[in-house]
């Protein structure tokens, strides 16, 4: 049963739900606990590492996008205290997210012929720029990532994102639990998962589309010590589609000092 979902995401970034509605969403799953995991960015509003929402405790986190090699891999952080370095790194990824999404945005206008209803913001992502395209055009959020936005679509603009080193040094400084995400979704699992050396977690928990073989994370969790995380991703309502049972939490419990 799984009580603990430990990648979330609010409107802080790109998730439909505010972090009061995440809170009460985790409580109508009949979660103990949800972790907020914004992309790149710390949520204003929660300032402890670990607190208690009413009967839900809130953990602190956060979803770091790196260059690995030849990919980029994402770092989940967990029980965060904000440090100077981690607080200028993200604005200036903020920064870089808001140029991408008006290159982005640019590129749609042009190809589609139609004014995309959005101002870029902080916490903008290319969700935000699918949903208002897919409010102006006869396209779904899909359509427009499978014909435009993708990573190989036309108006697919990279960003400029922290190396690997960079990245688990900024978490590890203010994070109680730095881990990787999700390492079955990556182009090469075997190169994402040999980077766990220097991690304290990974992700084994997590709603894939399609069966996968958790072998190569298990492996990866004896090899290195690794402590095992989990979560839905969840970027809607729905919680609690992966995540930690009561043992595993309480193991999460206890490196975040809770």
Known sequence: ????????????????????GLVEAAGEAGLDAVAVTDHDRLHPAVDEPVARRGDVTLVHGIELRVAAGEQRVDLLGY??????????????????????ARAIVECLEERLDVSV???????VGRPHVARAV?????????????????DDGPCYVARDVPSFERGRDLLAGSCALVGLAHPLRYPDPEAALALCDSLDAVERAYP????????????????????????SDAHGEELGLAGLDEAEWERIRERLSV
């Open 134 to 150: 897919a409010e102006v055009t006869d396209r779904s959020v899909q359509d427009v990532f499978d014909e435009f936005i993708g």
């Open 1 to 20: 049963m799984v009580v603990a979902d430990l990648h979330a995401h609010t409107t802080n970034s790109d998730g439909t739900l505010t972090l009061s």
């Open 79 to 100: 029980g965060v205290r904000e440090t100077d370095a981690l607080a200028e790194e993200c604005e200036r990824l903020q920064r870089d997210r808001q140029e991408r």
């Open 117 to 123: 209803p959005i101002e870029p913001g902080p916490g």
């Open 208 to 231: 894939y589309e399609g069966t996968v073989d958790p072998a190569p994370v298990d492996e990866a969790i004896e090899t290195h010590d690794l402590v095992p995380t989990g979560g």
